[in-house]
């Protein structure tokens, strides 16, 4: 064949196929949710545990809420987030616990909760009773992880290193932590606790805590698998608390479930994230 014919065929077929490629080039896939529409919003405001119940690995150390200067700082805070006006309030006690939740918001309704240190009562049910709202909502399912156990298994099974690092960042974390945290107002606290790279460091661990394991054996994964199924209940526990598009759920919790919800919500694809850091500055 001459040469001048292969070359012309090779052409058309260059650009044939980059014809096809042109008309190809992307798959626009369906929207499960109708584009542009009014979808619930959701602010996840992650918090460290101000009754200082040593319920984590790490805990971070609190003077005493009560006093007259973290309660003003209290009352500085929830005016911030009162600001997003939620219609929901979502707090870190287990769903079969709604009727204590119910008792114990009515009983602070009246004035007779005044020594509860705890943040669901400190920060949620005051928000609550500021915005008039006559109930808050009990959002957690409740699975404990077990990172000791995982860390003498890493240690007895050559992977003491990991155990190691998990331990010794946990360390640091506090010890940096504590100190600021005495010189810091409660706005500033969540403010820091809060940021998206504050809340990526400390995701980390969980996933270092992932690794431990060799061949079939995987008991870090197995420990952290349950972490994320909870956060996963969690999540499928406040979107059953939306009624309407227009609802405005705010979410309290722990500063270590903070990043798994913001991405069950953000990929969920039907709701409106906002980060609660304009509020705090």
Known sequence: MPRTRTLALTLLMVTSLASRMTAQERIEFPHLYPVGATYPAVMIVGTPHLANNNRDMNNAQFDDVLSPKRQGELEDLVGRLARFAPTRIAVEVPIERQGWVDSLYAAYLRGEVTDNRNEIVQIGFRLAKRLGHTKVYAVDWKRDMNIGAVMQWAAAHGQGAKAQQMGSWGRELMTRMNPAIAKMTLTEILYEANQPENMALGHQAYLLEARVGADSS???????????????????????????????????????????????FRAAGDFAVTPPASLLR
């Open 218 to 264: 995987y008991t870090g994964w197995d420990d952290v698998a349950g972490w994320y199924g909870r956060n996963l209940r969690i999540f499928a526990n406040i979107a059953r608390v939306v009624e309407r598009p227009g609802d405005k759920v705010l979410v309290l919790f722990g500063a270590g479930h903070a990043p798994l919800l913001d991405h069950y």
